[in-house]
T-cell receptor, first 116, second 111 residues
Framework: DAGITQSPRHKVTETGTPVTLRCHQT?????MYWYRQDPGHGLRLIHY???????DKGEVSDGYSVSRSKTEDFLLTLESATSSQTSVYFC???????????????FGDGTRLSIL | GENVEQHPSTLSVQEGDSAVIKCTYSDSASNYFPWYKQELGKRPQLIIDIRSNVGEKKDQRIAVTLNKTAKHFSLHITETQPEDSAVYFC??????????FGKGTRLSVIA
């Protein structure tokens, strides 16, 4: 299995508080992704990174920011959490190849976030 | 941008029967099509993938077929077993944009 660690694995917090989720990889892969998974919606991309300090928005980026200061770490921040951001968050990684983004992605074990 | 539709959303089969899940995509530039299996409470795991220069790929009991003209691809599972019960996701990418996932199919294999 790909060396991907997400922390925390579970978190309960209150509306309006800031929340940061961490994804750490030991594979030295170039690409890192953050997804949210909600019933009936599958996996939706929030943000992704194609290198240190290089990030781009995904389908559902509003209310989220990301940072990547090192190859191995990709942080997802909810500046002011809302109940609609209650979800399971998955980090994924992929290696550069071909055209770049059309490579297998490998997922972390997820973070279950509840915002009350 | 790319749009991936997946059908059916739920599928029940008897153990030993075959299961087929279908996906359509909208971007003709898409050239990479993976399938993921997600068991309850677990992470999605890649089970098979296909690129646009290939029409079919098999790995033991699972196979994927691709029809570029019609812009659809399918997952076939033969001789289903209870451990095949899970949610399956298809996805598509052109290489210039990240994977776009279908909404998933919940497969139940009834013993």
């Amino acid at each position: 299995d790909a060396g991907i660690t997400q922390s925390p694995r579970h978190k309960v917090t209150e509306t309006g508080t800031p929340v940061t989720l961490r994804c750490h990889q030991t594979e030295n892969h170039r690409y890192m992704y953050w997804y949210r998974q909600d019933p009936g919606h599958g996996l939706r991309l929030i943000h992704y990174s194609y290198g240190v300090k290089d990030t781009d928005k995904g389908e559902v980026s509003d209310g989220y920011s990301v940072s990547r200061s090192k190859t191995e770490d990709f942080l997802l921040t909810l500046e002011s959490a809302t109940s609609s951001q209650t979800s399971v968050y998955f980090c994924a990684i992929s290696e550069k190849g071909g055209q770049g983004l059309n490579q297998p992605q490998h997922f972390g074990d997820g973070t279950r976030l509840s915002i009350l | 941008g790319e749009n991936v539709e997946q059908h059916p959303s739920t599928l029940s089969v008897q153990e030993g029967d075959s299961a087929v899940i279908k996906c359509t995509y909208s971007d003709s530039a898409s050239n990479y099509f993976p399938w993921y299996k997600q068991e309850l409470g677990k992470r999605p795991q890649l089970i098979i993938d296909i690129r646009s220069n290939v029409g079919e790929k098999k790995d033991q009991r699972i196979a994927v077929t691709l029809n570029k003209t019609a812009k659809h691809f399918s997952l076939h599972i033969t001789e289903t077993q209870p451990e095949d019960s899970a949610v399956y996701f298809c996805a598509a990418s052109s290489g210039n944009t990240p994977l776009v996932f279908g909404k998933g199919t919940r497969l139940s294999v009834i013993a």
